[in-house]
């Protein structure tokens, strides 16, 4: 009845380029928020880096898609912005900065990186059902939340590599 209590001491760390970082259970997410803008209203984003163990460090490739992401949002925007607004059947952007919700970006060991967001509208907002998941890099792609983040956490998906990279035979 008495037993040990379980160390709920938050492991944090400073990156050489990320900064302070915390392991989370999944992976390291940076202290610091990303700032996206997107319809001209400004989001702070957590950023996690997936790592199945609190001794497993970033990745290179994790970083160099850190860079690309950042890239991705100020050059391709517009396409974004289109997709969102496709996904969620908004025909305004007062409709989509109001019923997207962006909760947290991940960036796989692999260097894929997906933006993972809520639809307010959704009586079941909290459940992930109720949300879109964007693949940023390699290329902007819209995909189930449940696949994607299977995916993203280094689980099966050959479907979802094949339409990321291209080709059949990956």
């Not at 890239?71 to 989509?96: A, G, R, T």
């Not at 059902?129 to 290329?139: D, E, Q, R, T």
Request: with cysteine; proline share 3%; glycine share 8%.
């Amino acid at each position: 009845m008495f037993g040990k209590k379980k160390d709920k001491a938050v492991k944090c760390k400073i990156h050489p380029s990320l900064g302070e970082i915390k392991y989370l259970g999944i992976g390291w997410e940076k202290t610091e928020k990303a700032k996206v803008t997107l319809w001209s209203k400004t989001y702070d984003i957590p950023l996690c880096f997936i790592a199945k163990t609190v001794e497993e460090d970033v990745n290179e490739k994790q970083g160099v898609t850190l860079e690309r992401f950042r890239n991705v949002v100020n050059e391709q925007k517009n396409q974004i912005e289109k997709l969102i607004m496709e996904c969620f059947e908004c025909d305004n952007e007062e409709n989509s900065s109001h019923r997207f919700i962006p909760k947290e970006i991940l960036f796989s060991q692999n260097g894929e990186c997906a933006l993972f967001a809520r639809d307010a509208d959704e009586e079941n907002y909290n459940d992930i059902g109720a949300s879109i998941a964007m693949f940023l890099v390699p290329k902007l792609m819209l995909e189930y939340p449940e696949n994607c983040l299977d995916y993203i956490l280094g689980g099966g998906g050959f479907f979802i590599k094949q339409e990321l990279y291209g080709g059949s035979d990956l």
